[in-house]
């Protein structure tokens, strides 16, 4: 292995690319256009290139010790000091690469990041383990949002439902490989829960971000909604069941944990494309012009970048 792909996989490719191109697509949905979507990917990669690089680099004498192989710096494939400072450099870029959105997503992004970096030290075996996630995972569409051109607040149950499949997400993360964390002296809140425990914990955590995702937006639950929820509600149990058969099936309940993950990160990207206010001044001739800017997203960057913002079309 090269070193570029060693730093690669130290990065812990896998799940941060799935959060950044979870947080894109969010971004997508809520009106996001041209550059402002590069930004966002780029932005949030970084906290994600962060927080892969330095747990690595905080992990490396206990890799070792344990014989993980599948680390690139235990493995020798590239040397911790490497690792250390590309943590470093992905850092101090998060509030950089945030910053041309304005102070406060810049704000609400390095708080995130902080966060996600007080999970690798010191929270990682203690029993606040999972409460980085809870911030971080709830911060992050808040930013996507807050980011947007006049920087409207992001509605409490997107917030809420990105906090709970967070915490879901750590407690469904680590259920195969519980024994081996512990043999490397991780004890955090899920280890401590056992696999019972945490099983329990990512359904329950899981299901409750579906059902704020589909009751939380304003109006009745779309036909897609329900269908989330129904799937939710018998995939959960199902894994349940697969888990409590015999010794050795903690991946039965893992898959479902993440099937309804999926389900959820789904749902938390469409329902800000299908909750986009619609803008009304009580002039029809000035509601057909801001309708054209709501339903083309490139004019209304235009007329943010002149600074002549759509809510002043009534003025005229």
């Not at 206990?62 to 192989?69: E, H, K, L, T």
């Not at 499949?165 to 490397?184: E, I, K, Q, R, Y």
């Not at 409590?244 to 800000?272: C, E, P």
Request: proline share 8%; hydrophobic share 55%.
């Amino acid at each position: 292995m090269n070193r570029a792909l060693a730093l690669i996989k130290a990065s812990h490719p896998e799940p941060g690319g799935a959060v950044t191109v979870a947080m894109t697509l969010l971004a997508v949905g809520a009106g996001h256009r041209g550059w402002a979507i590069a930004g966002i990917f780029l932005a949030v990669g970084a906290t994600q290139l962060s927080v892969g690089w330095v747990n690595d680099w905080l992990d490396a004498p206990r890799d070792r010790v344990a014989g993980r192989g599948d680390k690139p710096i235990a493995a020798g494939a590239i040397s911790r000091r490497t690792v250390g400072v590309a943590g470093l450099i992905a850092s101090l870029a998060v509030p950089v690469l945030a910053l041309p959105f304005g102070p406060g997503p810049t704000l609400l992004l390095s708080v995130a990041a902080v966060f996600a970096l007080l999970y690798d030290w010191p929270l990682k075996s203690t029993v606040f383990s999972v409460v980085p996630y809870l911030v971080a995972f709830g911060l992050l569409p808040a930013f996507v949002i807050v980011a947007l051109p006049g920087h409207p607040a992001p509605p409490a149950w997107l917030v809420a439902a990105g906090a709970l499949l967070g915490g879901g997400a750590h407690f469904a993360n680590v259920l195969p490989d519980l024994d081996d964390d512990a043999a490397t002296g991780i004890h955090g809140l899920p280890h401590r829960l056992g696999a019972a425990g945490s099983a329990a914990a990512a359904a329950f955590l899981l299901l409750s971000a579906t059902l704020t995702l589909v009751f939380g937006p304003a109006g009745p639950p779309s036909w897609a909604g329900w269908s989330a929820a129904a799937a939710a509600v018998v995939v959960l149990p199902l894994g349940w069941y697969g888990m409590k058969r015999g010794t050795g099936r903690r991946t039965a309940m893992f898959r479902a944990v993440i099937v309804v993950a999926l389900i959820d990160v789904l749902l938390l990207i469409s329902s800000q494309a299908s909750s986009r206010p619609t803008l009304t001044t009580g002039s029809p001739q000035a509601d057909r012009v801001i309708s054209t800017v709501v339903k083309k997203p490139e004019l209304a960057w235009w007329c943010e970048w002149t600074g002549r913002r759509t809510s002043r079309i009534s003025d005229r």
